[in-house]
């Protein structure tokens, strides 16, 4: 049977020196110091933001009032799924939840399309001239949403609105006639209207600032290859700009949703109170049943705020899910 036979080391020459294994360094105990740093942040929100969450659960399991407020007067009964089940067998409820979902899906797809058109607009202006008019949106944006709705409020007043005023005095055979004494505030179509204008109005100008951010990172090239290809504007934007932004998109989408569907003080200026349950929405509904209904019902009312924060947190989680899947949210 043949051997191998190792090549022996001539005489005078060094043997090869074999480089000494590195031993693994021994593993340091990492002190949570960044730990210990965000703790007094994360012990701030728990308490600003956990707490009242906690409270109100709570509170939309018992039967609190008014009345329990009252010096010595008992604590709130426990009454377990009492309210909900109310709720869930209220016609009343499920018609005001009809109207809060339709009136935040129009105002939700006004603003994101309105903005996204206004966004790629800016995009396409001088430089100069795209910030003054962002500057100028942005102090839309920045209007208080009290001064806000008085201001719409009086545009659309009978006799003297600017509105009503116009309407009136353009040609019959165009809009009709008796413009100058119509109650914009009666119906709630016209009513929902002018809330939707309000809040796209002032929601549109983030949208479109955002947006346009969005797109000033977007490489030229990009575009300049569509163009090649043969692609016109429309294909452009659905195979470059909104591939690009969807995760833009997806977030301003979330915020716009989680913003109308808490839409209270544009309602309750334009609505003048609550005199019309026909134009009532969930955050309406919310003040209406625990603070302005006589005894005020906490109970309830806390019920129908967790229905509404069960919906803003379903949605959130499952754009979160998408973009996560997506690999968007690196």
């Not at 990492?30 to 730990?35: D, L």
């Amino acid at each position: 049977m043949a051997q191998t036979v190792e090549p022996a080391t001539p005489r005078g020459a060094e043997e090869p020196v074999k480089a000494p294994v590195a031993e693994p360094a021994p593993r340091r105990r990492t002190f949570p110091t960044p730990y210990l740093l965000i703790a007094p942040a994360l012990i701030l929100l728990a308490i600003v933001l956990l707490w009242p969450i906690v409270q109100m659960v709570w509170y939309s399991l018992t039967s609190f009032t008014t009345r329990n407020l009252l010096p010595n007067q008992p604590g709130p009964a426990w009454n377990g799924f009492a309210h909900y089940r109310t709720l869930l067998t209220d016609p009343e409820f499920w018609a005001i939840l009809r109207n809060t979902v339709v009136v935040c899906v129009l105002m939700v797809g006004s603003t994101m399309v309105l903005g996204t058109l206004v966004g790629l607009l800016l995009h396409r202006l001088p430089k100069w001239f795209s910030a003054f008019v962002a500057l100028g949106m942005m102090l839309a944006w920045a209007t208080p949403a009290l001064s806000a709705s008085l201001v719409f409020r009086w545009l659309f007043l009978p006799e003297r609105g600017l509105v009503n005023v116009v309407l009136d005095r353009l040609p019959d055979w165009l809009v009709g006639g008796g413009w100058l004494n119509y109650n914009w505030f009666l119906e709630p179509l016209s009513l929902f209207f002018i809330l939707i204008t309000v809040i796209v109005w002032q929601s549109f100008p983030f949208v479109a600032v955002s947006v346009l951010a969005g797109l000033k990172s977007i490489p030229h090239e990009l575009y300049e290859a569509a163009r090649m290809d043969g692609a016109g504007a429309w294909k452009a934007f659905w195979n470059v700009t909104f591939p690009m932004l969807r995760p833009l998109f997806a977030l301003l989408l979330v915020l716009q949703i989680i913003w109308d569907l808490r839409v209270f003080t544009q309602l309750y200026i334009l609505a003048n109170s609550f005199q019309n349950k026909d134009v009532y929405l969930l955050s309406y509904y919310i003040y209406q049943q625990g603070f302005s209904a006589s005894p005020a019902n906490y109970g309830m009312g806390s019920a129908i705020a967790v229905v509404m924060t069960v919906m803003i947190l379903a949605v959130t989680a499952y754009y979160l899910r998408i973009m996560i899947r997506q690999g968007e949210t690196r």
